[in-house]
Every structure is written in C-alpha cells, then in structure tokens.
C-alpha cells in the first residue's frame, strides 16, 4: 500500500543521501572551500546537497507513519553529526539552532504545504477543480 512505497522510497533516499554526503565531506577538506570557513561552507553544502536528496518528492508523501518520521529524523541527525564530526551526545535541538537547520520533519511539512499550495494556486487543473466542488458556497 502507500506505506509500504512511502517506506521503500524514504529507504532509497536514504542509501542516496548517505552516498552524497560521504562525497561532499571529502570536498569540504579541499584548502579553497575551507578558505570561506569550514561551519559556513558545510551547512551551505549539507543544505544544498544532502538535504534535497533525502526529502526528494517528500511533498507526497501523504500517509507516512510517525514511526517512520522518528526514523527518518534519526538518519538526518546521524547524517549532520557525521558531517559535521559533532559528538554524539550533543543534544539535537542545540546542534540545529547553532547550525540553523530544521528538523526534516519540519522541512518536510513545508514541503507539503507548498505542494498543498501549488495544486490550489492551478486556476485549469483537474485536481483544484475536483477540490472546489466540496468548497462551501
């Protein structure tokens, strides 16, 4: 059913996600990209390259159970400490603001809402018409 797809497509993410990052950090260690600073460097590059990859086409997943948002927020935060050589007892909540990152949770409820957004915003699409029908007059 959707969960079962839900749970092999946030697999598969996953496995892609960890590949990712294990090459940005190599290239985080090159002198020229350490030269703008190693922290502001890897949260652009964790941003823009291992975040994305984890949470594609995470706007539809509609139906996923909070026991695989726990997981899924596990791997991220196994993922941010391994990039960023952060020791495992440090508490999570304090690693995210210091890094000025969200929760994928987070991330990916944004997500959903602009997909929400777009479907609405479509003046001829099927889907907004079908949606307006049971709009109240």
């Given at each position: 059913g959707v969960e079962d797809s839900i749970r092999r497509t946030i697999e598969e993410?996953?496995?892609?996600?960890?590949?990712?990052?294990?090459?940005?950090?190599?290239?985080?260690?090159?002198?020229?990209?350490?030269?703008?600073?190693?922290?502001?460097?890897?949260?652009?590059?964790?941003?823009?390259?291992?975040?994305?990859?984890?949470?594609?086409?995470?706007?539809?997943?509609?139906?996923?159970?909070?026991?695989?948002?726990?997981?899924?927020?596990?791997?991220y935060r196994k993922m941010m400490y391994c990039f960023f050589d952060i020791p495992t007892n440090t508490k999570y909540e304090a690693v995210l603001s210091e890094l000025g990152l969200m929760k994928i949770e987070n991330i990916i409820a944004s997500q959903k809402i602009c997909f929400i957004n777009r479907i609405w915003n479509e003046e001829h699409d099927w889907v907004n018409k079908q949606l307006t029908i049971f709009e109240p007059l």
């Open positions: 993410r996953e496995k892609k996600a960890w590949s990712k990052l294990f090459m940005v950090k190599r290239l985080l260690r090159n002198p020229a990209i350490q030269r703008n600073g190693y922290l502001r460097s890897g949260i652009t590059l964790f941003r823009a390259a291992i975040t994305p990859v984890l949470t594609y086409s995470s706007d539809c997943w509609f139906g996923m159970s909070k026991n695989m948002m726990k997981n899924l927020e596990q791997t």
